[in-house]
Nanobody
Framework: QVQLVESGGGTVQAGGSLRLSCVAS????????MGWYRQAPGKQRELVAA???????????DYADSVKGRFTILRDYAKNTVNLEMSNVQVEDTGVYYC????????????????WGQGTQVTVSS
């Protein structure tokens, strides 16, 4: 059974930083587009960032406009993780963050894969 396990959530003040980690098997990381989604209270789940397999070059990563320049998605093959480095966080970044494996992009639209982690709560206080 494929498992994705997130960690690193918590409460942080606006303007601060946080790192989320998602542990997955090496085969999952090597063969799938990986991504982070988030869901704020009362809102739909939205894609935050995605990274293609292989080298994490700039062209292989994609971000929601709301987090560009503040968040970075990185693969760490040594630790079998996909990390989301969050900086200058804002109150609007509050939500449950989910790791996802197997995303697909059709033209300009991202579709999530079928494998999800359990989610980790991020709360940004003003």
């Amino acid at each position: 059974q494929v498992q994705l396990v997130e960690s690193g959530g918590g409460t942080v003040q606006a303007g601060g930083s946080l790192r989320l980690s998602c542990v997955a098997s090496r085969s999952i990381l090597s063969n799938n587009i990986m991504g982070w989604y988030r869901q704020a209270p009362g809102k739909q789940r939205e894609l935050v960032a995605a990274v293609a397999p292989g080298q994490s070059t700039g062209r292989s990563r994609d971000y929601a406009d709301s987090v560009k320049g503040r968040f970075t998605i990185l693969r760490d093959y040594a630790k079998n993780t996909v990390n989301l480095e969050m900086s200058n966080v804002q109150v609007e970044d509050t939500g449950v963050y989910y790791c996802n494996a197997g995303l697909k992009k059709v033209i300009s639209t991202w579709y999530p894969g079928y494998v999800w982690g359990q989610g980790t709560q991020v709360t940004v206080s003003s």
